[in-house]
Each structure stands twice: as structure tokens, then as C-alpha cells.
């Protein structure tokens, strides 16, 4: 019996991969906040780089995704990270980092997702949430480490956020409250 178990898994094994299983509770308050997080952002940027903002379109609009189509399809993906909000002094109120490659794998309800190039590389899991948001857990690889750390292993590198399509080929990840340097990160993946 036990051998079978282990050949079919045990029914919690399935149920723990949900997203609202494996989510600690501060990544939870994060995203229960997020709609602050954006309108703080959006107040801070908007004085000296609105029209960077608005050149970027639905990209930077809260309420602007569509209502299917929130996991994006297996495969090569270019992106751009951007920052917003000023999390100390270090930062300006919005930063645009050039283009990167990232890659999205995986079918149905949950999509591996990782950034490939950069000092800051977000990695994790893209979970169905419903038809127009999913979610996002994962964690921030660094500089020369050459796998990211396991989402729940460092609350400090920990991300929470939410997947969202604002294009036809266009989805946005929107971060809230990283642990640095900024008040919302948004990152733009487009096929390469």
C-alpha cells in the first residue's frame, strides 16, 4: 500500500503545490496591498516621468489587463524590469533596466518562470489564479549565484505578485513591496 502511495503520490503532495498553500503570510499581506502599492508608486513617478509612463501604455495602468489569458505561453521571452517608487535613497523614482532574456516553461495551471541575465534575476512559479491574474512566488537570484533559492527559504529574497496580460503578446508581473530598493517593480515579458 505504502509503495503505491508512493507511486501515484500522496494526495497532499498535489494539493500542497497550490499557490495559496505555499504563500507565507507576509508575501500574502504584500499582495492584498498591492493596489496601494501601485497608486504610492504611480503618485511618486508620475511628477517627473509621466510621459515615460504613458509611452509604455497599459503596461503602467492598474487597471488595465485583459480578462483571459493571465499565464503566458511556454517560451523565449524578452524583458524589462522597471522600478518605481524610490525604497530609500539609493534609487530615482523610476528606473528602467535595458531588455533581458527571460524564459517561461511548464503547461496548464502553473509555468516555471526565470529571468536569465541581469545582477537581479526573479525565478519561480506562475500559478492560475483566475481567467485575468495569476500569481506569482519566487525568489530574487544575485550577481554570481548560479541557481536561485527555493521561494520560502529567505524572506528577504522572497517575491510575491501578480501576472497579468495587457497586450496581445504583452504580460506584465507586478511586484509590490520588494524587500529593495523600490515600492513596486513591474516586469514587462514579451516573445522574443
Not at 508620475?46 to 505561453?73: C, I, S, Y
Request: glycine fraction near 8%.
Amino acid at each position: 500500500m505504502a509503495l503505491a502511495l508512493l507511486l501515484l503520490g500522496a494526495p497532499g503532495a498535489a494539493a500542497a503545490q497550490r499557490w495559496d498553500q505555499l504563500i507565507t503570510q507576509a508575501d500574502r499581506d504584500r499582495l492584498r496591498t498591492a493596489r496601494d502599492a501601485w497608486m504610492e508608486a504611480l503618485d511618486r513617478v508620475r511628477p517627473a516621468n509621466g510621459p515615460a509612463l504613458a509611452a509604455e501604455g497599459a503596461l503602467f495602468d492598474p487597471d488595465r489587463a485583459f480578462e483571459q489569458g493571465a499565464l503566458p505561453p511556454a517560451g523565449a521571452y524578452r524583458c524589462r524590469v522597471f522600478k518605481l517608487g524610490a525604497n530609500g535613497t539609493a534609487m530615482a523614482e523610476f528606473t528602467a533596466y535595458p531588455a533581458a532574456r527571460c524564459r517561461v516553461s511548464g503547461t496548464g495551471d502553473r509555468r516555471d518562470f526565470a529571468k536569465l541575465d541581469g545582477e537581479q534575476r526573479p525565478a519561480g512559479m506562475f500559478y492560475a489564479r483566475d481567467p485575468a491574474r495569476a500569481v506569482f512566488l519566487g525568489a530574487l537570484e544575485l550577481g554570481m549565484e548560479q541557481r536561485p533559492m527555493d521561494y520560502g527559504t529567505d524572506a528577504k529574497r522572497d517575491l510575491a505578485g501578480f501576472v497579468e496580460r495587457v497586450g496581445e503578446k504583452r504580460w506584465r508581473v507586478v511586484l509590490p513591496h520588494p524587500r529593495f530598493e523600490s515600492l513596486l517593480d513591474v516586469i514587462e515579458l514579451v516573445p522574443e
